[in-house]
């Protein structure tokens, strides 16, 4: 339970930590204006899917109170997980096709740009390539959240999101969050409110419905992140 909960202190705390690290940067719409193409990176996705709660961030807990709900969300992570594993679901893949249909219909054209990625955190420089921008994603978590352990649990994502010249100047840098309250420093953005799974018990029972709502939550980060870059 140590383990679990303090790998979950540990995204929160690099969540909270991220804005300092990688500033927000507001969108220079007049270099955004003149973009055609865009190459999208090969985004870092989390390896697996998650099932937090908003109680330890609406209820003061103590450090049993902690350990037992951490022990309860790694439980939770672990059968969304094997859901998803069952089902042939790559979340990585499924982001990227998202993503690519959505910069299309925003009127973007885009292009693939294979990279490397090692850890969930924004490149440190990119392929050159002949782009007008480059666009790096990266979706920290993705899944199923609830106010409650009894749920109902519903889709939710968060995603870190920068938009590059050529040259590497960034025009663009912001964290996006759907139906969580956290990360603490990221925007709240629509997401979607269906599938609805009483509790964690139907992440097994309905494959199928946690196969949907993952990827609705997806699909509408990648509408929202498109949309943002106008």
């Known amino acids: 339970m140590v383990r ?17 690290c990688e500033p927000r940067v507001a969108l220079d719409r007049a270099g955004a204006a003149r973009l055609g193409t865009i190459g999208v990176v090969t985004p870092a996705v989390a390896a697996t899917p998650a099932a937090p709660t908003n109680l330890p ?27 998803l594993r069952a ?15 959505a910069l299309m ?19 440190a420089r990119y392929p050159p390539v002949a782009v007008d921008a480059v ?14 352990p009894e749920g109902p649990f519903v889709p939710f994502a968060a995603v870190s999101v920068r938009l590059a010249d050529p040259r590497g100047r960034v025009l663009f840098q912001d964290r996006f ?3 969580a309250l956290r990360p603490f420093d ?6 979607p409110s269906e599938p609805r799974l ?4 139907q992440f097994a029972a309905d494959v199928d419905g946690a196969v949907e709502g993952v990827d609705a939550a997806l699909s509408m980060m990648a509408a929202q992140v498109a949309a943002r870059l106008r």
Not at 87 to 101: C, F, I, K, M, P
Not at 186 to 191: D, E
């Open 4 to 20: 679990a909960w303090s790998r979950r202190a540990v995204l929160l705390c690099c969540g909270a930590g991220l804005a300092a």
């Open 57 to 83: 961030l609406i209820v003061p807990f103590g450090s049993i109170g902690r350990f037992v709900d951490a022990a309860l969300e790694r439980e939770r992570d672990r059968r969304l997980t094997e859901a």
């Open 87 to 101: 089902w042939g679901y790559r979340a990585a893949e499924r982001w990227t096709l998202h993503l690519t249909l």
């Open 105 to 123: 219909e925003a009127g973007y054209r885009p292009v693939e740009v294979p990279s490397a990625r090692f850890d969930l955190a924004f490149l």
């Open 135 to 148: 666009l790096d994603t990266v979706v920290s978590e993705y899944g199923f959240v609830a106010n409650l």
């Open 177 to 179: 969050v759907m139906n």
């Open 186 to 191: 990221a925007i709240p953005v629509a997401g």
């Open 198 to 201: 009483a509790g964690e018990g």
